[in-house]
């Protein structure tokens, strides 16, 4: 595997674990959609985890 295939499973993987979306949803986005998404639920887990 590839580490462009591999971070494309990580990010996968992160996606699909905070939001629940199925993977072939995922590996649909574009790219800049892929990153924006992970951006915002980062985000996100970092306001949550802050909070508690």
């Known amino acids: 595997m590839t ?3 591999e ?3 990580e ?3 992160y996606l699909a674990f ?3 979306w199925p993977l072939p949803d995922i590996l ?5 959609d ?3 998404y992970l951006a ?4 996100l ?3 949550a985890h802050d909070g508690s």
């Open 18 to 20: 905070h939001l629940h």
């Open 40 to 43: 915002e639920t980062a985000a």
């Open 11 to 13: 990010q996968a993987a």
């Open 45 to 47: 887990v970092a306001r």
């Open 34 to 36: 892929r990153q924006r």
């Open 7 to 9: 971070h494309l499973h």
């Open 3 to 5: 580490y462009a295939a």
């Open 28 to 32: 649909d986005l574009e790219h800049a």
